[in-house]
């Protein structure tokens, strides 16, 4: 993310625009030697990135360099804004005259001597740091250049079927308990699915779900994704949902279970709940659920959890029936979809390529998710000298499976374009296992800036996309799901790698519920974007966290999951958001149903 920012910085410093602002504050050598500094630093920082993940040392030293990265950043956007306001001020426009006599007032960094004061600051911030990170070692490395970041596109299902591997047996299994009778004492069967994270629950449970001989069995098919939102009356909408293919605005629990038991009433259906959390009161939630469907169901009705804690399946399961536990691949299988995805072009030297590989496919512990993410990253590199690198980092993630696991998956990101890595970042503002609007997301990177491209809007938006499909290719993504004409407009982030995003963004990017509360959980002076999921909340009650109105260098305002009446009460939470948030890039309101702009908003 600091190498992003320092980018940003870099544009703005322009010879035009530090000429403009040197003209109107005799400030032109201060920004040359600014413009230097953030270079000389830049060189080091995709070195730095790297070694971020295993030596804390760097990881604060650039932590204390993003922040004053941001602050030029800000700084530069102030310049930028009053040097046009003063360029235009006599130009005879008299509403243009009235919005400069406006923002000179009300932004009270106008005065050259404060914009002097704070870029001084900021330059002797830099060269503190700048002498610090002489001790790290750093190595100056070149940037990937932007072909690089969009043109490792691959068709994700292409080069294995359905991206399947080695779960057949598991597969026959589960299709063979679904299919067969149900036991006397049970009117519902529930089998779930154990394992740890990335092992491909989820994918087995699809495959299933989607098995010719599954479907003819059930007169009904639901699939919900749970996650940490185990709520009865979540997952009864979700469900009602899922039926009538239509979207259910209702909250009430009573009413939700009449529509639903209409829809469902003595029919044979197939439940699946995927990726079950422990989250809140789930045995009550659940047992409450249960009982209702053995209420609506017929006999034979089965239902899947994916899970990968113990006492969900324990407590989930049918009496009589153990959690299928599922396992890692074995080495053969490990290996073919490895090779698979590593090795998809020519590579000369290939017997030492495959050493390599093996030794890196090992430290993925036979789990899909990690397998095909490193092997996607090592596509992409035909010299042997990055290989060994890749390996040697890799052998210093110790511990348990999971570190394991988490340390490649970020080892990957280390290794993504430096243009990919604040898109992919900026995906933790979306709730897990969530499905993200493809063309939104790209918007959404649009307005930050993250798009590198002089071009048109039109163009930036075609090179955005190009940046997703270049992380869809790299499993960055997954579940895309395509439009008549092969245009992706969905698509999900891996519990998991959203876990190594969030761990990125640290105090940057916060992601809440509606309901619940910023007190203790965000740092005011870091935030830069927030978002607000409103699944579980009647829009209409909402109210604003007095939070908001502290958090002074936010970037984003983002409602997630709006209901179609919109957010209610939006112009009385104005205030709060506007008040102080002067630095707003993405600012969403489209479900807000205001018949004019607040003026706080002029703020």
Not at 319 to 324: A, N, R
């Amino acid at each position: 993310m600091a190498f992003a920012v320092a980018e940003a910085i870099l544009k703005k410093l322009a010879p035009l625009a530090a000429e403009q602002a040197g003209l109107l504050w005799s400030l032109k050598r201060d920004f040359l030697k600014l413009k230097s500094t953030v270079s000389s630093i830049r060189a080091v920082l995709l070195d730095a990135e790297e070694q971020s993940g295993l030596n804390h040392q760097v990881r604060d030293w650039l932590d204390k360099l993003k922040q004053v990265l941001y602050d030029a950043d800000d700084l530069l956007d102030d310049f930028s804004t009053e040097a046009l306001l003063k360029l235009r001020r006599n130009d005879g426009n008299r509403c243009l005259n009235e919005v400069c006599l406006f923002f000179t007032r009300s932004n009270q960094l106008v005065s050259g001597l404060v914009m002097a004061y704070r870029l001084k600051a900021i330059r002797i911030k830099l060269d503190e740091i700048d002498e610090n990170r002489r001790k790290f070692n750093l190595e100056t490395r070149l940037q990937d250049p932007v072909a690089a970041a969009i043109n490792h596109e691959r068709q994700t299902d292409s080069f294995v079927p359905h991206g399947f591997v080695g779960r057949e047996e598991d597969k026959k299994k589960i299709i063979a308990m679904l299919l067969s009778s149900t036991n006397d004492e049970q009117k519902i069967e529930v089998i779930p699915i154990l394992g740890m994270g990335g092992l491909g629950k989820t994918a087995l449970a699809q495959c299933i779900y989607n098995d010719n001989s599954v479907s003819t069995c059930f007169q009904l098919k639901i699939w919900i994704c749970v996650s940490d939102n185990f709520d009865q009356v979540l997952l009864v909408r979700k469900m009602l949902e899922s039926i009538t293919r239509r979207k259910v605005e209702d909250f009430d629990v009573d009413i939700l279970k009449g529509e639903l038991k209409k829809e469902m009433d003595n029919k044979r259906f197939l439940l699946v709940l995927d990726d079950v959390w422990n989250h809140g009161d789930y045995k009550g939630n659940w047992d409450s659920l249960m009982s209702f469907l053995l209420q609506v169901g017929a006999v034979g009705s089965k239902v899947i959890v994916t899970t990968r804690l113990g006492d969900i399946a324990n407590h989930f399961a049918t009496k009589g029936i153990k959690p299928h536990n599922l396992k890692g691949l074995s080495e053969e299988e490990s290996w073919f979809l490895f090779e698979q995805i590593a090795f998809e072009g020519e590579v000369e030297g290939g017997e030492r390529f495959a050493d390599i590989g093996k030794e890196v496919m090992r430290k993925c512990v036979r789990v899909p998710l990690a397998i095909r993410v490193i092997a996607s990253a090592l596509s992409s590199k035909s010299n042997i000298v990055d290989w060994e690198a890749i390996r040697d980092k890799q052998a210093m993630f110790d511990g348990d499976d999971e570190r394991k696991i988490l340390g490649t998956l970020r080892l990957s990101y280390d290794n993504l374009p430096s243009e990919l890595k604040p898109c992919f970042v900026y995906c933790s503002l979306f709730p897990k296992d969530s499905e993200i609007d493809v063309k939104l997301l790209v918007q959404l990177w649009m307005g930050q800036g993250f798009i590198n491209s002089s071009q048109s809007s039109s163009v930036l938006f075609e090179v955005g996309i190009e940046y997703f499909k270049s992380l869809l290719s790299r499993f960055f993504f997954q579940e895309p799901e395509s439009d008549a004409w092969g245009n992706v407009r969905w698509c999900k982030m891996h519990d998991l790698m959203h876990d190594v995003a969030l761990g990125i963004a640290s105090e940057e990017i916060v992601a809440l519920k509606a309901l619940d509360s910023m007190e203790g959980r965000v740092n005011s002076d870091r935030l830069r974007h927030i978002s607000f999921d409103f699944e579980r909340k009647p829009t209409e009650t909402w109210k604003a966290p007095d939070a908001l109105a502290s958090a002074t260098v936010l970037r984003t305002f983002l409602p997630i999951n709006t209901p179609y009446y919109g957010i209610g009460g939006i112009e009385q939470n104005c205030e709060k958001i506007f008040s102080n948030n002067t630095r707003l890039r993405v600012l969403s309101l489209h479900d807000a149903k205001l018949e004019s702009v607040p003026r706080s908003i002029h703020k």
